[in-house]
């Protein structure tokens, strides 16, 4: 009998034993295409020497340092890395141990800032509803994904949620795209003065929506009109790139697309690609320069904070995205994986939206193509295709609750960036068999 505690208690788990490539292998020795990274992270696939080496070797020199008395070199050199090739302005990489520390650490930096500025009246976020932003519960009051909040909900602080940007199934028909990302994005300002000019102290957003819509990216302009908003009142604006960030779209860092800066920026998943538990928040010269010139300490942290070895695993993960131009390899593959999916599923009379980025692509099913009118939930629709996926050798990650109070199914694909058109088109087919046997 396991002795471990499940994430789901129903059922039984094969046993992991080996990684090569794109491929996870079982302790019967069964093959799984990993089609979904697992949750977007393993960007590299499974069996990446120099990201192997660079771990052996930082373990072989020093473990561990606390950052109380140390920095370490791998720590310095993937902060500067990472800042080499960060949207402008960002200046500072705070390194913690995944996702939720990441926007944990986000969020206290914001109050911090205001509070040091001398606007502690700021004590409101507002993020968007149908959002994951980690499962903490700060990560979790700003998430607006109702069913994972529900029976947590007392214990967290009140956040505002305003509306996705999810064109899909919320653009009306008379409506253009412009109008649309423009009515969405100044949900945003209503808002904040609902909430009074100066009480917001900062939005949390994900550039493409993840684990809640299935790889959802705004509208050309929305994040513009959101930066301008946020510039207006002074809040603070967080991007949160855990999961779409480090290339899985096409761009180092997914804001590029919508070609804006935030003030600070998480990342995690795709940093660590699953060699280490890693992820950073970077931050703005101004807002570094905020609390390095008041107080001088950031009140906040973990014992983790900046580990050497998942620093060097991460320092070797980004040289190895940028020495092999891996984001341009995502572009490309990208490119081919979206024709291949669109052939086979466009016109599939339960398919009703195909969208993504790069190698980040989501599927979402409805029961009726002309109404969007998603899969009762009964049908546990995504559930079992994954499942159907699984025992025939594919992993995607399934996602239901599309809208308020509406069940809803999409499948999510983040393959590596590794994997060729034939991966690629391989994951498709199994897919496709998947998705005939279900519906
Ligand atoms: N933010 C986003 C957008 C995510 O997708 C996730 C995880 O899926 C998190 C934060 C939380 O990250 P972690 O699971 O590493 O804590």
Same mark, same amino acid.
């Given at each position: 009998?396991?002795?471990?505690?499940?994430?789901?208690?129903?059922?039984?788990?094969?046993?992991?034993?080996?990684?090569?490539?794109?491929?996870?292998? $079982?302790?019967?020795?069964?093959?799984?295409?990993?089609?979904?990274?697992?949750?977007?992270?393993?960007?590299?696939?499974?069996?990446?020497?120099?990201?192997?080496?660079?771990?052996?070797?930082?373990?072989?020199?020093?473990?561990?340092?606390?950052?109380?008395?140390?920095?370490?070199?791998?720590?310095?050199?993937?902060?500067?890395?990472?800042?080499?090739?960060?949207?402008?302005?960002?200046?500072?990489?705070?390194?913690?141990?995944? &996702?939720?520390?990441?926007?944990?650490?986000?969020?206290? @930096?914001?109050? +911090?800032?205001?509070?040091?500025? &001398?606007?502690?009246?700021?004590?409101?976020?507002?993020?968007?509803?149908?959002?994951?932003?980690?499962?903490?519960?700060?990560?979790?009051?700003?998430?607006?994904?109702?069913?994972?909040?529900? +029976?947590?909900?007392?214990?967290?602080? $009140?956040?505002?949620?305003?509306?996705?940007?999810?064109?899909? !199934?919320?653009?009306?028909?008379?409506?253009?795209?412009?109008?649309?990302?423009?009515?969405? =994005?100044?949900?945003?300002?209503?808002?904040?003065?609902?909430?009074?000019?100066?009480?917001?102290?900062?939005?949390?957003?994900?550039?493409?929506?993840?684990?809640?819509?299935?790889?959802?990216?705004?509208?050309?302009?929305?994040?513009?009109?959101?930066?301008?908003?946020?510039?207006?009142?002074?809040?603070?604006?967080?991007?949160?790139?855990?999961?779409?960030?480090?290339?899985?779209?096409?761009?180092?860092?997914?804001?590029?697309?919508?070609?804006?800066?935030?003030?600070?920026?998480?990342?995690?998943? &795709?940093?660590?690609?699953?060699?280490?538990?890693?992820?950073?928040?970077?931050?703005?010269?101004?807002?570094?320069?905020?609390?390095?010139?008041?107080?001088?300490?950031?009140?906040?942290?973990?014992?983790?904070?900046?580990?050497?070895?998942?620093?060097?695993?991460?320092?070797?993960?980004?040289?190895?995205?940028? #020495?092999?131009?891996?984001?341009?390899?995502?572009?490309?593959?990208?490119?081919?994986?979206?024709?291949?999916?669109?052939?086979?599923?466009?016109?599939?009379?339960?398919?009703? #939206?195909?969208?993504?980025?790069? @190698?980040?692509?989501?599927?979402?099913?409805?029961? #009726?193509?002309? &109404?969007?009118?998603?899969?009762?939930?009964?049908?546990?629709? =995504?559930?079992?295709?994954?499942?159907?996926?699984?025992?025939?050798?594919?992993?995607?990650?399934?996602?239901?609750?599309?809208?308020?109070?509406?069940?809803? $199914?999409?499948?999510?694909?983040?393959?590596?960036?590794?994997?060729?058109?034939?991966?690629?088109?391989? !994951?498709?087919?199994?897919?496709?068999?998947?998705?005939?046997?279900?519906?």
């Amino acid at each position: 009998m396991s002795h471990i505690f499940p994430r789901s208690c129903h059922g039984s788990r094969p046993v992991a034993v080996s990684g090569d490539g794109c491929f996870i292998i $079982d302790q019967s020795g069964k093959c799984y295409f990993d089609g979904s990274g697992g949750a977007a992270v393993s960007c590299l696939g499974h069996s990446n020497p120099h990201v192997v080496e660079a771990i052996k070797e930082q373990l072989d020199s020093l473990a561990y340092a606390h950052t109380r008395f140390f920095t370490s070199l791998p720590a310095e050199e993937l902060a500067s890395l990472l800042i080499a090739h960060a949207p402008e302005g960002l200046e500072k990489v705070y390194l913690v141990s995944g &996702g939720s520390e990441a926007v944990e650490s986000a969020i206290k @930096l914001a109050r +911090q800032y205001h509070v040091e500025r &001398g606007e502690p009246q700021r004590r409101h976020v507002i993020a968007r509803r149908q959002s994951y932003h980690g499962n903490t519960l700060g990560a979790l009051a700003v998430g607006g994904n109702e069913w994972r909040r529900a +029976q947590y909900a007392p214990l967290l602080v $009140d956040v505002s949620h305003i509306a996705p940007c999810y064109e899909y !199934m919320d653009r009306s028909a008379d409506e253009t795209v412009e109008d649309y990302g423009l009515r969405v =994005a100044n949900e945003l300002e209503a808002e904040i003065l609902r909430l009074g000019k100066d009480a917001v102290m900062a939005f949390i957003a994900e550039p493409v929506v993840g684990a809640t819509l299935g790889a959802v990216p705004a509208v050309p302009g929305y994040f513009k009109r959101i930066r301008e908003i946020c510039n207006q009142y002074g809040v603070l604006l967080i991007l949160d790139e855990v999961m779409c960030g480090m290339g899985r779209t096409g761009y180092l860092y997914a804001c590029e697309a919508d070609e804006v800066s935030p003030d600070i920026l998480c990342i995690a998943k &795709g940093l660590g690609a699953g060699f280490q538990p890693i992820g950073a928040m970077l931050c703005t010269g101004a807002v570094y320069d905020t609390i390095a010139k008041g107080s001088g300490f950031f009140q906040h942290g973990h014992t983790y904070l900046g580990h050497p070895v998942a620093a060097a695993a991460g320092r070797a993960v980004l040289k190895n995205i940028i #020495d092999r131009d891996l984001v341009s390899q995502v572009r490309e593959r990208g490119r081919f994986l979206e024709r291949k999916l669109r052939e086979r599923f466009a016109a599939h009379p339960y398919v009703g #939206d195909i969208r993504g980025r790069g @190698l980040f692509w989501g599927i979402e099913f409805v029961q #009726d193509r002309m &109404g969007k009118e998603p899969f009762p939930p009964e049908v546990n629709l =995504a559930n079992r295709l994954q499942k159907v996926a699984f025992e025939a050798g594919l992993l995607c990650y399934p996602m239901s609750g599309t809208r308020d109070g509406k069940n809803g $199914d999409h499948m999510l694909l983040a393959p590596p960036f590794i994997a060729s058109e034939a991966e690629l088109l391989g !994951m498709v087919d199994m897919l496709e068999k998947a998705i005939n046997s279900v519906l």
